[in-house]
């Protein structure tokens, strides 16, 4: 088939003839048009972080100038605002090219966007200096915005969480290797996350703040030292006189990263695993609860506060217990203690329930990451340009989270990331070119509107 041939194809009139009630006439030659209006709104928050700038000034570009004809910032925008609006291959954000409205917002003012090839080899082109320089280069916008938006007001504590989890692999990438206990090939990468604490507790928001690839048989605490001591200063830097308190799971209970937060004059919570040591001294508090939850067939709980000190520790720490008898169906007794070293101190009820807890929201932010934003596509050879593919669905990510914060007192200040993405981003759009000036005609039937002016007006107004 010719050119001129496809061109009429293309165009021709698709009628569905006995399946509505009416006629219905489709084709493919209507005015510029796309099918996502929304990236406006990344593009605007974009610009008002400066993200995606301070990223590509992170990257060395190693191409020869003469031949290149597609800008770091351009593709590192191309990349970035496709995973958000759910682009997430090359492949698909190569399709985006021609979009009407991608290349507006990615600042291509002629000429169409990057193929999927080129894009694929730029990706390939990220070495371990650019990983580390770009995970910098995030972790200090990030928290630069943070301050702007949160500020200090009414601020008693910054919470840091860190938590990994696994990105499944298939194929012969880089340092992928087995891991038991996830049962598959896999790499482990590190989450970083902040969260403040103000008069009426803690916030809901988890802000996402970094995120390192680790090989599939790094140890749980592997490289948690190293991130802290970028994030760390910074939040100092940010909130200066703000408590810091850092939450770990039990794969951090080693007596470096204790001996390190102790260092830092951090707060910090760690979950421990138990032991005969533990179990004895929790002894006397499952009794407790024991008797009570025999007494009112219903689960029971005491909370207390022990002193212990591991061969391996220098010095004696508080642990809080969580003394648990869980009852079962059948009336049966189950003993279910847990334990958090911490240096708080506050109830221990308190540090517990109110506190150590929250950490559990932490995964409902990683479920969007791996669900939404394509945190597990790390599918290239080479380590690094999986990491490099790792801080793209950060950064596109951290731009999801700030839409979520401008939608702030509507329907959709807690909708998820693939909520927002189908409410706000896949909007239809009708964009036109007079001049200088470009036009882009929403719907004015489109359900969502009030929602996406203000979360428009918002963005222009962000201080930067």
Same mark, same amino acid.
């Given at each position: 088939?010719?050119?001129?041939?496809?061109?009429?194809?293309?165009?021709?009139?698709?009628?569905?003839?006995?399946?509505?009630?009416?006629?219905?006439?489709?084709?493919?030659?209507?005015?510029?048009?796309?099918?996502?209006?929304?990236?406006?709104?990344?593009?605007?928050?974009?610009?008002?972080?400066?993200?995606?700038?301070?990223?590509?000034?992170?990257?060395?570009?190693?191409?020869?100038?003469?031949?290149?004809?597609?800008?770091?910032?351009?593709?590192?925008?191309?990349?970035?605002?496709?995973?958000?609006?759910?682009?997430?291959?090359?492949?698909?954000? +190569?399709?985006?090219?021609?979009?009407?409205?991608?290349?507006? $917002?990615?600042?291509?003012?002629?000429?169409?966007?990057?193929?999927?090839?080129?894009?694929?080899?730029?990706?390939?082109?990220?070495?371990?200096?650019?990983?580390?320089?770009?995970?910098?280069?995030?972790?200090?916008?990030?928290?630069?915005?943070?301050?702007?938006?949160?500020?200090?007001?009414?601020?008693?504590?910054?919470?840091?969480?860190?938590?990994?989890?696994?990105?499944?692999?298939?194929?012969?990438?880089?340092?992928?290797?087995?891991?038991?206990?996830?049962?598959?090939?896999?790499?482990?990468?590190?989450?970083?996350? /902040?969260?403040?604490?103000?008069?009426?507790?803690?916030?809901?928001?988890?802000?996402?703040?970094?995120?390192?690839?680790?090989?599939?048989?790094?140890?749980?605490?592997?490289?948690?030292?190293?991130?802290?001591?970028?994030?760390?200063?910074?939040?100092?830097?940010?909130?200066?006189?703000?408590?810091?308190?850092?939450?770990?799971?039990?794969?951090?209970?080693?007596?470096? /990263?204790?001996?390190?937060?102790?260092?830092? +004059?951090?707060?910090?919570?760690?979950?421990?695993?138990?032991?005969?040591?533990?179990?004895?001294?929790?002894?006397?508090?499952?009794?407790?609860?024991?008797?009570?939850?025999?007494?009112?067939?219903?689960?029971?709980? $005491?909370?207390?506060?022990?002193?212990?000190?591991?061969?391996?520790?220098?010095?004696?720490?508080?642990?809080?217990?969580?003394?648990? $008898?869980?009852?079962?169906?059948?009336?049966?007794?189950?003993?279910?203690?847990?334990?958090? $070293?911490?240096?708080?101190?506050?109830?221990?009820?308190?540090?517990?329930?109110?506190?150590?807890?929250?950490?559990?929201?932490?995964?409902?932010?990683?479920?969007?990451?791996?669900?939404?934003?394509?945190? +597990?596509?790390?599918?290239?050879?080479?380590?690094?340009?999986?990491?490099?593919?790792?801080?793209?669905?950060?950064?596109?990510?951290?731009?999801?989270?700030?839409?979520?914060?401008?939608?702030?007192?509507?329907?959709?200040?807690?909708?998820?990331?693939?909520?927002?993405?189908?409410?706000?981003?896949?909007?239809?759009?009708?964009?036109?070119?007079?001049?200088?000036?470009?036009?882009?005609?929403?719907?004015?039937?489109?359900?969502?509107?009030?929602?996406?002016?203000?979360?428009?007006?918002?963005?222009?107004?962000?201080?930067?």
């Amino acid at each position: 088939m010719n050119k001129s041939a496809k061109q009429d194809a293309e165009v021709q009139e698709f009628l569905f003839e006995s399946v509505f009630e009416q006629e219905v006439s489709v084709s493919f030659d209507g005015a510029e048009q796309s099918s996502d209006g929304g990236a406006l709104l990344l593009g605007a928050l974009d610009q008002k972080l400066k993200l995606s700038a301070a990223l590509a000034a992170a990257f060395c570009d190693r191409r020869q100038a003469g031949k290149i004809d597609h800008g770091m910032l351009e593709m590192l925008r191309q990349r970035i605002y496709g995973i958000a609006s759910g682009y997430e291959d090359g492949n698909d954000a +190569g399709r985006l090219s021609r979009d009407a409205l991608f290349p507006l $917002v990615c600042g291509k003012e002629e000429g169409e966007l990057a193929s999927a090839s080129t894009l694929c080899r730029w990706e390939n082109m990220a070495g371990w200096r650019d990983g580390l320089k770009m995970l910098r280069a995030l972790a200090e916008t990030t928290i630069r915005q943070l301050r702007r938006t949160r500020g200090r007001k009414g601020l008693r504590r910054i919470i840091l969480d860190l938590d990994p989890t696994d990105d499944a692999t298939h194929g012969q990438q880089e340092f992928s290797f087995f891991n038991g206990y996830y049962d598959s090939h896999c790499y482990l990468p590190l989450l970083a996350f /902040v969260a403040f604490e103000g008069a009426e507790g803690e916030e809901p928001e988890q802000h996402l703040v970094a995120a390192l690839l680790r090989s599939g048989k790094a140890h749980g605490s592997a490289c948690a030292r190293g991130l802290m001591r970028i994030i760390l200063p910074l939040l100092r830097e940010a909130f200066p006189g703000v408590p810091i308190c850092v939450r770990l799971d039990g794969a951090y209970a080693t007596p470096e /990263v204790f001996s390190f937060l102790e260092a830092q +004059g951090v707060e910090y919570m760690v979950n421990m695993a138990s032991n005969a040591v533990l179990e004895k001294l929790a002894a006397p508090f499952l009794d407790i609860a024991r008797e009570r939850a025999r007494r009112t067939k219903q689960t029971a709980k $005491v909370y207390a506060r022990l002193w212990y000190r591991a061969q391996s520790w220098p010095q004696t720490r508080a642990v809080i217990v969580k003394a648990e $008898v869980v009852v079962g169906p059948d009336g049966s007794l189950k003993d279910n203690p847990r334990f958090v $070293v911490n240096n708080l101190d506050e109830v221990p009820r308190k540090i517990y329930a109110r506190r150590y807890c929250r950490r559990g929201d932490v995964e409902n932010r990683i479920k969007e990451l791996k669900e939404t934003l394509a945190l +597990g596509r790390t599918s290239c050879s080479s380590f690094w340009a999986n990491q490099f593919r790792v801080l793209l669905s950060a950064a596109a990510y951290v731009l999801m989270q700030g839409l979520r914060a401008a939608c702030a007192g509507t329907a959709l200040e807690r909708a998820q990331a693939q909520r927002l993405r189908d409410l706000l981003l896949k909007v239809s759009a009708r964009v036109s070119r007079v001049t200088r000036r470009v036009y882009v005609e929403l719907s004015s039937r489109y359900a969502w509107a009030a929602e996406w002016r203000q979360a428009a007006g918002r963005i222009v107004a962000l201080v930067t």
